[in-house]
Every structure is written in C-alpha cells, then in structure tokens.
C-alpha cells in the first residue's frame, strides 16, 4: 500500500511529549451518551480515526514546528483505530472498555464515569477513538520548523494540498506527496521531545476496529458523516469498482485554487505514489451522498475537473470522477456538461447489499 499520512494539531508541549512517548493519540470530544444529534461532528471524528491505515506515518503539529510521532499499528485492509471506552454509540455496540484515560492528567480532572474527564473551564471531554503508532524508522520526536514544509510546497505545486489548507482544523490525512516531503526534511530535525510529565499507559488488551463492527449496510447510516466514517473504516461497504486496494486514502482534500477560506474538499480520494504530481493529486476522487444526490453536489465534481484540467491538461482524463449514492435525482444526468459526461461516474448501491 502507498504510504501516505497524519498530520495532527496540538496546543501544548506537555501533549506532545505525552503522545509521543506513549504512541497514543485521540481526539478530545464530548462523550455522547445517546443518539449523536445532527449537530455534532463526533462521526467527523470517527472518520479521522477510520483513516488510519498500517504503516501510515504521523506528525504533529505544534506552534510552529512539525514533530515526527511515528507509524500507525493495525490493519493496512480497514482501519486501523481502537475504540476507547462505552462514551461513544460504536463503543456501546461493541461493548469496549476504556483503555486509555486521560483523566489521570495533572492539569485535567477525572470523573466519576471512567474515560471521561474535565479540561479547560470544565468542559466535559473524552477519546472516544485512539490511534497506537510506533517509530520503525528512528524519526521519533525529530522536528522542523512548519515554514521549511511550507516553503518546500510552494516552490513545488501551484495546488492547495492538505497541510497547507489544515487551518481550523485539528486532524488531517495527508497524501504521499507531502508524506514524502515531511520525511526527506525530517532527515535533519533536531530533537523535540522531552519524557512526559504524565504518565498514562494504554492497556495491553485494547479494543481495535474490525469490518463486523458498526454498521453493515450503508442505508444503516445515521448521517453523511457516519456513513462517510463508516465507508473509510470498511471499505468493504463499497462497491468493488471503488474499492481502494493498494492505494492510500484521504479525506476532506481541498480541490481548488487557494483561497482564504471554505475551499471545496472532495469527499474521499485515492493516490499513488509518485503517479499525478509526485503523489500530490489524486487518482481517483468521489463525491458521497447517504441519501439521493442531487445536482449541488455533481456539480462539485465537475469543478473539480476543471481545476485537473488546469493543473494537468493531459493528464486530467486519467482521473476517476465518481458520484456515490443511493439514488440520483432526475436533474442530475440532464445537467452534466457534454463534455465531462464521459469522465463522470453515477454509481448507484443497492444499500442493502454489498457489491
């Protein structure tokens, strides 16, 4: 499988010496003892979590330098995350313990509900989905300062990529393009970390993912963001013809020139390395929908051409464009420009079974 990666944001150094010297890392978000309101970006969560795959590399992002943590542990076929505790609607299902409790923090408070802890002005928090790296290639805790990232990106590609496009975010898969940059420069980084001041272990028996956990039919799907989560972590819920294989997964990928703010991220792509643009643009793009998909969102993908088009005017053609839903409302096929007919796939699933 094509490397690619996780570039993850943190706010404190006594964090990062604590992930980094542990190979944990999970996202704070509220606990969500009932149904996940409509509101909430937990699935989002769930979806960064479910990108993971083995081997994928992770770096950390703090203040101005990039820390190097190390390589995901898990499963190269799904994804590769533990689920951390009964806080969450998939932790209940599966009936998972709380393997690692950041409650027992000097600067947190636990509560009487295990994995379940209070931070900065009270706000009730938990990791519901944990991702375990280790270092394979003696990088841990190496840095460089963001800019000679930044810098090296913008001599090379005229495109937004995810790591210079990650503001107001905390998480973001990244492709093997800048996987590949981030570990030539790293090559000469200096050392970063320094041994935590908390000491938290993740138990010896966590809960990984597996395809039989979670939903088993996409029409299962409670919202765009469980049914986007739930494709990534099985993609065995796909139909084969999008069916990733070897290639690495990334999600929410700016497709767009560079603008300040709301650029259009296509909704899951797939890259080779080496392949478009050193492994920067994508092979294969798709655009989902858990419900019927109406021309708002064919019409991102034929934005998304164009903006190939311009990038690669001979190459833009190789690119798979896909639509994934259920069904397609009756506007959609009228509205697609001649031209981009061809490139464009409607891929209907029967939601009820598996193809």
Partial sequence: MTESGLF????????????????????LRPPEFEEVSSHSKHYAALADAASARQDDHVFFFLKRSIIYGGQIIGSKEHGSFIINGPNCPLGRQVGAEVYWDEGERNN????SKPGVFKVNNDKIQCQPYLIKFEDKIGYKGLCIESDELYSELSLKYSHPLPTNAIQGKSFCTITPGETKILLDLLE??????????DEIKLRDDPLFFKPNMGIQHLSEAKSKHHHDAMLIANPEL???????????ICRKVPLTPFKPSQMDQADLCYYKLDDLEDGTIPNTIIETNWKLM?????????????WMK?????????ISYNLLAPGYRSTVKSRIPTEYKPLIKLIKYNPQKNI
């Fill in 310 to 318: 311009k990038l690669l005017p001979d190459e833009f053609d190789t």
């Fill in 294 to 306: 109406g021309v708002k969102k064919m019409l991102k993908i034929v934005k998304y051409i164009g």
């Fill in 238 to 248: 796909l139909p084969s013809k999008l069916k990733p294989g070897t290639s690495s």
């Fill in 108 to 111: 947190y408070k636990s509560t």
């Fill in 188 to 197: 000469d980084g200096v050392q970063k970390t320094d041994p935590p001041k």
């Fill in 8 to 27: 993850i944001t943190l706010n404190s150094k006594k964090t990062l010496d604590l992930y980094v010297s542990s190979g944990v890392y999970g996202e």
